[in-house]
C-alpha cells in the first residue's frame, strides 16, 4: 500500500503522527526548518530519534553541484536513513549523480514535470517529489503529472520511488493512492483531515446516547 510520510519540522506533530501509526518515513525543506527556527543537523538528529524506522529527508542548501554535494555528505554522515533532498537542476543532477556513486540516497525535489522525473531517475535519484499542490496554484493539473509517473513508472522496472508532496488536501492523498503512487508526503493538518468524517462524530454520538438510554432503562426497570 501506499506508504505515507509527514511533511514537517515539527517534532511534536512527528511524535503525535508517528504515535498514531500514520508515518513511515519523514521529509522536511529549507522553509520548514526556518518556521521552527530549529539548527537542520539537530533537527534531524531529533526526528530519527522520534521516527525509529524509515527515511528522514533533509535538503542540501546550494547552487552549484559542489556545494550540494558537500551538504549532502555532511547530513549523511549523521545516520544511513538521511535521505538528501537535491533540487531538480542540471547542478542538482550532477550531485545527484556523484552522491548515488558514493551510496548517498538523494530525493529530487521541485519536480513539476514527468520530463524532470525522468532525469532525476537516470541520474541515480532514490526518490522523486514531483509538486502537486504548488502546480494547482498555478492552475495546471497536478492528478495528469501524478497519471504521467504511473504511466511511466509501470512500463520500468524501476527503483526510483515516487513521492507525492505539496499536498494540500486528503484528495490529493487519495488519487496518488488510486494511481499507485509509491509515498505521499502529507503535512499534519491534513493527516489530521484524513482522520475525520462526520458521521463518525455522528456515530458516536448516537452510540453514546443509546447505550445511555439502555442503562436508564434498565435501571429503571430493575
Ligand atoms: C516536499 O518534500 C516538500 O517539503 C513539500 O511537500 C512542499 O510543499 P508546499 O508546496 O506545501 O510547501
Known amino acids: 500500500m501506499m506508504k505515507l510520510f509527514i511533511d514537517t519540522a515539527n517534532v511534536a506533530e512527528i511524535r503525535e503522527a508517528w504515535d498514531m501509526g500514520m508515518i513511515c518515513g519523514v521529509t522536511t525543506n529549507p522553509s520548514l526548518i526556518a518556521r521552527e527556527g530549529a539548527d537542520l543537523e539537530e533537527r534531524m538528529r531529533e526526528i530519527l530519534s522520534i521516527v525509529t524506522d524509515g527515511p528522514i529527508n533533509g535538503e542540501a542548501i546550494g547552487t552549484s553541484a559542489e556545494e550540494l554535494t558537500a551538504g549532502a555528505r555532511k547530513l549523511a554522515r549523521i545516520d544511513s536513513r538521511i535521505v538528501v533532498k537535491v533540487p531538480m537542476t542540471q547542478e542538482g543532477l550532477k550531485a545527484i ?7 548517498i540516497k538523494t530525493n529530487a525535489t521541485l519536480v513539476f514535470s514527468a520530463a524532470q522525473g525522468l532525469l532525476a531517475a537516470r541520474a541515480g535519484a532514490s526518490y522523486i517529489s514531483p509538486f502537486l499542490g504548488r502546480l494547482d496554484d498555478i492552475g495546471q493539473p497536478s492528478e495528469a503529472l501524478l497519471e504521467a509517473f504511473a504511466d511511466i513508472w509501470s512500463m520500468y522496472d524501476l527503483e526510483t520511488e515516487i513521492i507525492a508532496a505539496s499536498i494540500r ?3 490529493h492523498v ?3 493512492a488510486r494511481l499507485g503512487i509509491h509515498i505521499a508526503t ?3 493538518k491534513i493527516l489530521l483531515a484524513m482522520t475525520e468524517h462526520p458521521l463518525t462524530d455522528a456515530g458516536i454520538k448516537r452510540f453514546e446516547a443509546d447505550w445511555q438510554d ?3 432503562k434498565r435501571g429503571q426497570s430493575t
Not at 97 to 103: F, M, N, S, V, W
Open 97 to 103: 549523480r556523484t552522491l548515488k556513486a558514493e551510496g
Open 214 to 216: 439502555a442503562l436508564k
Open 169 to 171: 488536501s486528503p484528495e
Open 174 to 176: 487519495v488519487s496518488a
Open 186 to 188: 502529507v503535512p499534519y
